[in-house]
């Protein structure tokens, strides 16, 4: 089984609606990241948490709220989604105590907003 | 604020040969970490090798290896030997180091390369 999951993998939605995109990790890891990829633009992080108790806001967090319901579990809401929000979604998951501070990365979910 | 520029938007190379992909960065950081990822069709974000700033020796992982030169802020991939599997996106990013720990990635817009036989 993979360690760092997200559902759903592909999402088709109407401009308006809310969203919710989820990312589960059975490695144990404290941090957790959402990132953002558009053709072009490479990957943007839009909100991070190094812990259950810390959420910060990356470099495009406008439009989007995060929940970080246990350390396995970080959600990514789109409360209104829009055309723009249109890309492929990661989450990634990183361990302080392992110090060579690499990032696991899910598989991505694919969102589609009409 | 840090940023990481990759000029070459595409990249063809035939099997067997080895290609340099490029990387700069630009920080005022003492401290960090680069990394280069490789995203290939299946769209899953796999980690090629990485880079710790304080370390003189260029990194190496079996056919791929960097050329870190700190002071020109320059990263660059080459891979050797290239194989049909190695077609795929290619990502640098950068970590600024907090402590003992890292913080989030920037990424650059990355780099298509396609190895044909």
């Known amino acids: 089984d993979a360690d760092v999951t997200q559902t759903p993998r592909n999402r088709i939605t109407k401009t308006g609606k809310r969203i919710m995109l989820e990312c589960s990790q059975t490695?144990?890891?404290?941090?957790m990241y959402w990132y953002r990829q558009d053709p072009g633009l490479g990957l943007r992080l839009i909100y991070y948490?190094?812990?259950?108790?810390?959420?910060n806001k990356g470099e495009i967090s406008d439009g989007y709220s995060v929940s970080r319901q246990a350390q396995a579990k970080f959600s990514l809401s789109l409360e209104s989604a829009i055309p723009n929000q249109t890309a492929l979604y990661f989450c990634?998951?990183?361990?302080?105590?392992?110090?060579?501070?690499?990032?696991?990365f899910g598989p991505g979910t694919r969102l589609t907003v009409l | 604020a840090q940023t990481v520029t990759q000029s070459q938007p595409e990249m063809s190379v035939q099997e067997a040969e080895t290609v340099t992909l490029s990387c700069t960065y630009d920080t005022s950081e003492n401290n960090y970490y680069l990394f280069w990822y490789k995203q290939p069709p299946s769209r899953q974000m796999i980690l090629v090798i990485r880079?710790?700033?304080?370390?003189?020796q260029n990194a190496t992982e079996n056919r791929f290896s960097v050329n870190f030169q700190k002071a020109a802020k320059s990263f660059s991939l080459k891979i050797s030997d290239s194989q049909l599997g190695d077609t795929a996106m290619y990502f640098c990013a950068f970590m600024k180091r907090s402590g003992q720990a890292g913080t989030a990635l920037i990424f650059g817009k990355g780099t298509t390369l396609s190895v044909s036989s």
């Open positions: 948490s190094f812990d259950v108790k810390d959420i």
């Open positions: 880079q710790e700033a304080y370390k003189q």
């Open positions: 490695k144990g890891h404290d941090r």
């Open positions: 990634a998951t990183s361990d302080v105590a392992s110090g060579n501070n690499e990032q696991f």
